[in-house]
């Protein structure tokens, strides 16, 4: 069945060099288009569909599909931090210079006098390792403290929202409705750091990037639009842990 809908969508007008796959989901009832983080796109497609329809509905999406996939692709290098005086790093949208500090005053990283004091680490993986568990730990005393009233306002409730390393991605969620969420996201202003939120916590009801969840944005963040492009200007330059 699936090779009918891979040959029903390659013969739409997809932009050269695109890498795509037809995923047919016996539980599905609805077409779903998602674009992985490096670039692939992934048609999530009813078994029992008729493939006519699905390509006739992919068509009017390729120019936004064809965005994104760009968007993906084509993107700075990962930034690379140096870890010595005076380096800056963000938290919740506010840039901090880092000092390095003798292990015995701290053992922990901490926002003291406007610095990000990062105990003298034994090498710079280390130091990557403390600054991304600080990162993770603010992660879950904020988030503790948002959730709980987003999910209320929103009507949408997750099983649970953990906070990890996850690569690439920024936000998951599971069928079962966990949330995870990346540690870098904290660099984000707060606007932005909830709207990551409510974008796994949408795909809780639609788990594509279609239509349909775009009206589940709409309705959870009236102001989504905004909010989505300002993160995609500044989510290429979130530091992830990279250090030289």
């Known amino acids: 069945m699936s090779t009918t809908f891979q040959q029903a969508i390659a013969a739409l007008p997809l932009p050269e060099g695109w890498r795509w796959r037809v995923d047919c989901r016996t539980r599905r009832r609805t077409l779903g288009i998602e674009v992985t983080p490096d ?5 999530a497609v009813p078994a029992d569909a008729d493939p006519g329809r699905v390509a006739a509905a992919v068509r009017p999406r390729l120019p936004r599909l064809a965005d994104e996939v760009r968007r993906r692709t084509v993107r700075p290098a990962e930034p690379i931090k140096e870890l010595v005086d005076g380096s800056s790093f963000p938290y919740l949208g506010r840039r901090y210079r880092l000092r390095l500090v003798p292990v015995g005053l701290n053992p922990r990283v901490r926002l003291r006098a406007g610095w990000l004091q990062l105990p003298e680490p034994s090498s710079p993986a280390a130091g990557a390792a403390s600054l991304s568990d600080w990162y993770s730990e603010r992660a879950r005393h904020w ?7 987003i999910e209320t306002r929103i009507g949408m409730r ?13 936000g998951s969620c599971t069928s079962d409705g966990f949330v995870t969420l990346h540690w870098a996201i904290m660099q984000l202003p707060p606007d932005l750091v909830d709207y990551v939120l409510i974008h796994e916590l949408c795909h809780l009801r639609e788990s594509g990037h279609g239509p349909a969840f775009r009206r589940e944005m709409t309705l959870a963040l009236p102001d989504f639009i905004r909010r989505e492009t300002w993160f995609e ?12």
Not at 143 to 149: D, E, K, Q, W
């Open 39 to 43: 670039g692939e796109v992934v048609f």
């Open 143 to 149: 988030l503790t403290s948002r959730v709980s009233a």
């Open 158 to 170: 997750s099983a649970g929202v953990t906070v990890s390393d996850l690569g690439v991605r920024w």
């Open 233 to 244: 200007r500044e989510e290429p330059f979130l530091w992830r842990g990279a250090t030289r």
